[in-house]
């Protein structure tokens, strides 16, 4: 890939968008393309049970989407790891789904799709601490979901995978899972101020002894890298906390906030970083995506805005075009990936609420060529699809090195 531009220097897309058509939205999901797809998928808290038997109807509606897309990287969000879990150990839940599912047509007009590389790290949700803490405050000690790393009702809940076309480099995977909060400089913990607080509605904060436990990520963060046509791009992926559900002090919007301001750091090369392995210091000189469901809305309700600082407004991460979809453009944003439910609006009317969560950003390098959210216009006979699969909306982008080099070398 070539390197003749700076990390900070964004690359303005060279690919126009095409003409709307089919459940994803542009005619070149169908056709042959040189470029490399993308694409992220929270598929809402996808268990054990589903994916490791036949003909259940989420699963079964997610690959009838991912086989209509076709994308040659994934990224799954909310899918069990049963290692974790206990269950159907034998098979990885990622490689359940693309057996039983994605290498079965799932219309007579599609075609299976296999990913013969995947990765599913383990995660923090329902993950707990060798020492029992009251993490959120309950009066209760070492009880799950609200005392593990990650909310979780078990080990592996809502865990995220990793499933491509292409090689993954697994020697050179770093995953962040044990990442302490504390280690992050300048973080926006909420510490403990002297009073006793039994209950959550009043705040919570972690206290000195916490503070030494208490992991950054609620999930993981994972660096995977690919290698497409011999040149490596690194997959960050991770899934933050939903900056929502706590009390005045607004911790889990803080816990969000450093969770995306993570990759930030990272991409920049920041030294303080380490992995699970020991090794420090952030990405060097590759290029990357970043994919994931990152909690992340860009609205002025919220009182932190870290996809608008670390995203939005940060040249390492290409966003001067994004996805968009039909039926978030129905609904006055575009860009949303998913319906949040509703809220009472200023005619007094209860107002369906939209946001942008998901995100398959590249960096400045790479060329954004075409993208879109799976989200037709209501009404349409393809929505019933689109919402047996999740609550979120898939979200694809092709991207271009400009590298035709095919040789590996």
């Known amino acids: 890939m070539s390197h003749d531009t700076t990390r900070r220097t964004f690359l303005k897309g060279i690919g126009a968008t095409a003409a709307t058509v089919g459940i994803v939205g542009t005619a070149s999901a169908y056709e042959y393309r040189e470029s490399t797809r993308f694409a992220q998928f929270n598929i809402e808290n996808l268990e054990t049970n589903q994916v490791q038997q036949l003909y259940d109807e989420q699963p079964s509606a997610a690959a009838e989407l991912i086989q209509e897309v076709r994308p040659d990287v994934l990224v799954v969000n909310e899918l069990t790891n049963n290692m974790q879990e206990g269950k159907s150990t034998s098979v990885e839940n990622i490689r359940a789904f693309i057996d039983n599912y994605l290498r079965e047509p799932q219309r007579s007009d599609l075609d299976p799709i296999a990913f013969p590389y995947t990765f599913q790290p383990p995660v923090n949700t329902g993950v707990l601490p060798e020492e029992d803490y009251d993490f959120n405050k309950d009066g209760s000690a070492g009880k799950r979901p609200g005392d593990a790393f990650g909310f979780g009702m078990y080990p592996g809940q809502y865990g995220l995978a990793v499933a491509s076309q292409y090689p993954i480099v697994e020697s050179e995977i770093r995953t962040f899972q044990e990442f302490l909060w504390a280690d992050m400089p300048g973080n926006l913990m909420p510490l403990d101020d002297g009073s006793e607080r039994l209950n959550k509605k009043d705040g919570i904060y972690l206290t000195p002894e916490e503070t030494d436990a208490f992991r950054l990520p609620s999930k993981t963060h994972a660096d995977v890298p690919i290698r497409v046509d011999g040149e490596r791009v690194h997959v960050l992926t991770s899934h933050p906390t939903p900056p929502q559900y706590d009390g005045p002090n607004n911790f889990n919007g803080r816990w969000n906030h450093d ?151």
């Not at 930030?264 to 469901?293: F, K, P, Q, S």
């Not at 992340?296 to 600082?309: D, Y």
């Not at 439910?341 to 950003?361: F, I, K, M, N, W």
């Open 259 to 409: 969770e995306i301001r993570f990759w930030a750091d990272y991409v920049a090369n920041a030294d303080y970083i380490y992995d699970d392995d020991g090794n420090r210091g952030g990405l060097e000189d590759d290029n990357y995506v970043l994919m994931g469901d990152q909690n992340g809305a860009v609205t002025t309700e919220r009182i932190l805005k870290p996809s608008h600082t670390f995203f939005h407004e940060n040249d390492d991460f290409y966003t001067e075009e994004l996805p968009t979809s039909p039926g978030g453009e129905s609904l006055d944003n575009p860009y949303a990936t998913r319906i949040r439910g509703t809220r009472p609006g200023q005619s007094g009317e209860e107002d369906t609420v939209v946001a942008q969560l998901d995100y398959v950003l590249p960096s400045p390098q790479l060329s954004y060529e075409d993208g879109g959210v799976i989200w037709p216009e209501p009404g349409t006979d393809r929505i019933e699809t689109v919402r047996s699969a999740s609550d979120h909306r898939m979200v694809w982008a092709d991207v271009n090195s400009g590298n035709t080099d095919e040789s590996g070398s």
